[in-house]
């Protein structure tokens, strides 16, 4: 029994700001649903991802088709799209709204409205969607149900006099959630009898199906041996397999206008399946494809190396895989004389980045190198040319450089008030930019600074949440480029200097950060057959020095009793060790070297 | 009787204790009369996979087997007869608080060579790793050794305690040369998670230091008369220890007891650590099938820990490959940096660089 007509079809996702409650909601959700049954219960079913789960967030959106049996007497179709909460990742978050119809908007009652959540609800509202206020976890002492209602009216602008009060956690309310999805919540437009639209959100590969495409289907059928096109870029499959997420896979023969699931059509190229592409039909064609999705672009650029070079394929392979369900990732190859060929990979912030660096490692058994990340600076030359340079090393020689503009953001800090004061020092510290303060109610502040993009992208949010206790909120949006006294600085190692490890540098900050870089790499290197000295140069003028020394003992311990097979074991053990270390020259680096030039100087003890 | 085959060597593991040391790592546990008898009888069971070898050389190492009473021990000897050639040289480990009624015992039974843990006679480190001991007094027990005919003896040297200074080592070498004994073992202090040190958080030397006291041991124990032929062991001329050459030298020998290990017959077995398991004649544990492309593992791993180095003739009649060709790329650099050196048809490391070979291990192994 599945065939609604759209009246009975509600497709919607869930908003709010990282650890409000957005996962166990929907986990109440699929319970009260009979969707997943008590017993088969993990936490946080939709966080799928072994990572997710460890680091309690979610990265990777996820689809559910759930039956719901309303107070009405009659019987609905839910589709809800998870999505991520943090500020890396709203282009996921993008993705899954141009999907639905609508959102809940989960605000947790003892936190209340943060930026992350503004930044959302605004993309919202930009998709025309319907937002559904919940308060969350009112059955915390320190909940305040209608002060969190105040604030949404407030700052949001959505009327809160239907908000419902949740416990997530508890299960309280949530049947009242799921009756306001049925009543406020639009069912999908579309026509089953105009041409096929179906909007890719999402995709993966299968091995044995070859790429797998989330889709809503906005207009038409879609049946299994229909011929397909994506409407990007033309190429055309025939549908093998259409299913539905329940969130176990359910094959099914149509999918009709209004539905969420997905499609395979031993599609093997991962390059053919867009998230963003409009899937249309051969006999039955539209003219024109559904609205893209807002694209993303990345903020921060890495290089991104095996430590064993014979892996370039595999990395390049199991990068292709991960664009596939990661539109934002971008990557190109490129060559660095101190890590050999690799990958410069544009990602949408460091969580983003660490999160990429982790599945590769972990789900395509990759040991990689990345170098610092950087963003685009603009680089005027003498000759009239502009280059945008994503990668410190390739910066031309200062002689036939005019100026240097980098990027800036407009960033937005919502804080308690008495944190204000750390907060201003942090900003003004990394080049902050003070613009407005403003008072959201008579404890919360928000903060809005003009801040270079590159000051940001290491440990900034980390600095933030622990110079406020971790109250503190943190949003931005890029705003332009402005002209900025930078320089590259040089890292040499033994005399040669590392490509991988040059930066650019505020000039003012440029002789402090180079003491903290080579004191940092000295103490991050281990000791090598020879003494190496570690070099911090701007124009070929070395501004800082350390050494690291030679190592001296290296030796395992006698064995006893003839132990011999345990040494062989340690051995072994000390190679494995080694391997996580790139031969530059004759230096062995560990890999965390290639990122520490980027420590700050409250990394100083 | 159907003839025996003879075998190089055979480890016995007795590791009992009347006290226990504090850097100490191996299988040991408290003496108690009742768990020697029945470790004894497990000992007997264990040996009987040997049943068609005779061993040349046979080591009772600890632990403390001079921990065992007079009629343990030669319930013990009694037990490895049928193991033993005509003339088998056994070596026992035995500590400074041996009596000389088991002294003569142990002459009786047959034992040529002693191991006695002797560690340092600086006060202060003794009390840290909780032994007791003096100079006068261990020059007394090898009096006494010798009064028996046993006239080959080894003392363990500890360095590397935390604080000390090479003065406090020159005097321990001054006096560990002075007593007549024919070999020296150096161990560099290991705070090793499984022993007390371990626990009460403390830590060793540092590294640069370490490093300069190995050099000063090789140095003054070379003016002494005692030659490095292996990383750490040192010894007069002729008085290299026949056993662990054994080792060195990629040979064959049995292994019995706790924790002990074997290598018969390409094949390399590591005993259980567990005393109940091994009460409960659970014997091995850890099990290598030793193949061709592993044996030349270790034969370079083990060959290049001796002052000689790999014998380059030996290892292409034992595997009909050239070891200087086959390694060329990784060698040559080495060879032309005077880091490793070929001499006499051997490759050994370069004398200075003894403390670091694990690097080239490293180099050559994989």
Redesign the interface.
């Known amino acids: 029994m599945r065939k609604y007509d759209l009246k009975h079809i509600r497709n919607f996702s869930i908003i709010a700001h990282i650890d409000h409650g957005k996962s166990t909601l929907a986990d109440r959700i699929l319970e009260l649903t009979g969707t997943i049954t008590k017993r088969e219960m993990k936490d946080q079913i939709l966080d799928s991802m072994d990572l997710e789960r460890e680091r309690g967030i979610t990265i990777k959106l996820n689809a559910v088709s759930l039956n719901y049996h309303a107070k009405n007497g009659e019987d609905y179709l839910f589709n809800l799209i998870d999505t991520p909460g943090h500020v890396d990742f709203s282009y996921e978050v993008s993705r899954s709204l141009a999907a639905c119809e609508g959102a809940l908007l989960v605000v947790d009652a003892t936190q209340g409205v943060e930026a992350q959540t503004l930044a959302n609800v605004y993309l919202a509202i930009d998709n025309n969607l319907e937002i559904v206020p919940v308060i969350n976890k009112v059955d915390l002492p320190s909940a305040d149900f209608a002060k969190t209602c105040s604030e949404i009216e407030e700052i949001i602008g959505i009327p809160c006099d239907e908000a419902v009060p949740v416990s997530a956690k508890t299960g309280l309310n949530v049947d009242k959630v799921l009756e306001e999805i049925v009543d406020k919540i639009p069912s999908p437009k579309g026509d089953v009898n105009n041409p096929l639209q179906a909007l890719i959100f999402d995709s993966f590969y299968d091995s044995y199906r070859g790429v797998v495409a989330l889709i809503t289907v906005k207009e038409g059928t879609l049946s299994v041996g229909d011929h397909i096109k994506m409407m990007s870029n033309g190429y055309t499959y025939e549908v093998t397999e259409l299913g539905i997420r329940r969130p176990a896979e359910e094959k099914v023969d149509t999918l009709y206008a209004g539905e969420v699931g997905y499609v395979a059509a031993s599609i093997k190229e991962i390059g053919h399946v867009m998230p963003g592409d409009t899937i249309t039909s051969i006999e039955h064609e539209a003219t024109l494809p559904l609205d893209g999705y807002r694209k993303m672009n990345p903020m921060v650029y890495s290089g991104v190396y095996p430590c064993d070079s014979k892996k370039y394929q595999d990395l390049k392979d199991a990068l292709e895989k991960l664009s596939l369900n990661d539109a934002s990732l971008y990557f190109e190859p490129e060559t660095s004389q101190a890590l050999g060929f690799g990958f410069r990979c544009g990602f949408l912030g460091l969580l983003h980045m660490d999160v990429i660096q982790e599945r590769l490692e972990r789900e395509y058994n990759i040991d990689l190198i990345l170098t610092a990340p950087s963003v685009i600076y603009h680089v005027y030359l003498t000759n009239g040319e502009m280059i945008e340079l994503d990668n410190p090393s390739k910066m031309p020689d200062m002689n036939y450089v005019l100026r240097i503009e980098e990027p800036i953001v407009l960033a937005s800090i919502i804080t308690p008030k008495e944190y204000i004061g750390p907060i201003m020092t942090l900003s003004q510290e990394r080049r902050g930019i003070y613009v407005d303060m403003e008072y959201l109610d008579d404890v919360r502040v928000k903060l809005t600074y003009k801040l270079p993009l590159s000051e940001i992208v290491y440990n900034f949010f980390d600095k933030l949440k622990s110079y406020s206790k971790g109250y503190a909120s943190f949003d931005y949006e890029l705003d332009g480029y402005i002209e900025s006294k930078l320089v590259k600085m040089d890292i040499l190692l033994n005399g040669n200097p590392i490509d991988a490890l040059s930066i650019i540098v505020y000039k003012d900050f440029a002789y402090n950060r180079g003491l903290q870089i080579v004191r940092k790499l000295k103490d991050l290197i281990p000791r090598q057959q020879f003494e190496v000295p570690v070099q911090a140069s701007i124009g070929g003028k070395i501004i800082a020095r350390a050494d690291i020394k030679a190592v001296r003992k290296d030796v395992l311990a006698k064995c006893y009793g003839g132990d011999i097979s345990r040494k062989k074991k340690l051995l072994e053990k000390q190679k494995e060790g080694k391997k996580r270390l790139k031969a530059v020259g004759n230096v062995e680096v560990p890999q965390e070297a290639f990122m520490s030039v980027l420590s700050f100087n409250d990394d100083e003890e | 009787m159907t003839k025996k085959i003879t075998k190089e060597g055979l ?1 016995i ?1 007795i590791p009992f204790c009347q006290y226990i040391c504090s850097y100490c790592s ?1 299988c040991k546990v408290f003496y108690s009369k009742n768990f020697v008898l029945r470790y004894l009888k497990s000992l007997e069971i264990e040996l009987k996979k040997y049943d068609s070898f005779s061993f040349k050389s046979i080591y009772i ?1 600890g632990g403390t087997p001079t921990s065992l009473s007079l009629d343990e021990l030669t319930n013990l000897f009694n037990m490895i007869k049928p193991y033993q050639v005509k003339d088998s040289y056994i070596t026992i480990e035995s500590n400074p608080d041996i009596t000389l009624d088991k002294i003569k015992l142990l002459k009786e039974l047959g034992v040529k060579r002693v191991s006695l843990g002797v560690q340092t006679f600086n006060q202060k480190y003794l009390k840290l790793i909780e032994r007791e001991s003096s100079y006068s007094k261990i020059k007394e027990l090898i009096a006494a050794f010798n009064d028996q005919g046993i006239n080959n003896i080894n003392i363990d040297l500890i360095y590397g305690f935390n604080g000390q200074t090479l003065d406090e080592l020159i005097e321990d070498l001054k006096l560990f040369a002075s007593l007549n004994v024919q070999h020296i ?1 150096t ?2 202090l ?1 705070v090793s998670p499984s022993s007390k040190l371990y626990n009460q958080g403390y830590e060793a030397l540092n ?2 230091d ?2 300069l006291f ?1 050099k000063t041991i090789v140095d003054y124990l070379a003016k002494a008369g005692f030659y490095r032929y292996e ?2 062991n040192f010894a007069l001329h002729g008085y290299e220890s026949k056993h662990n050459l ?2 060195w030298n990629n040979l064959e ?1 049995g ?1 019995v007891g706790l ?5 018969i017959d390409k094949i ?1 077995y ?1 005993n259980t650590k567990s005393l109940t398991k091994y009460l409960n004649n659970q014997f091995d544990d ?1 099990k ?1 099938i030793v193949t061709n492309d ?1 044996e030349k ?2 034969e370079v ?2 060959s290049l820990r001796l002052e000689h180095g790999l014998d380059l003739k030996k290892y292409q009649n034992k595997f009909h490959e050239d070891f200087l060709i086959a390694k060329e790329d990784v060698l040559r650099p080495l060879i032309n940096n005077n880091e490793l050196i070929i001499e006499d048809g051997y490759l050994r490391l370069n004398k200075d660089n ?6 080239y ?2 180099k050559l ?2």
């Not at chain 2, 003894?354 to 690097?359: C, E, M, S």
């Open positions: 480890y593991h191996f190492g073992s161990y560099c290991e590294e640069d370490e490093a190995y990383i750490s054994i080792y020998y292994g924790g002990a290990s074997s290598y390399r590591t850890y290598e592993i593992f270790y791993m083990l003894f403390f670091i070979i694990d690097f291990l490293r192994l994989f």
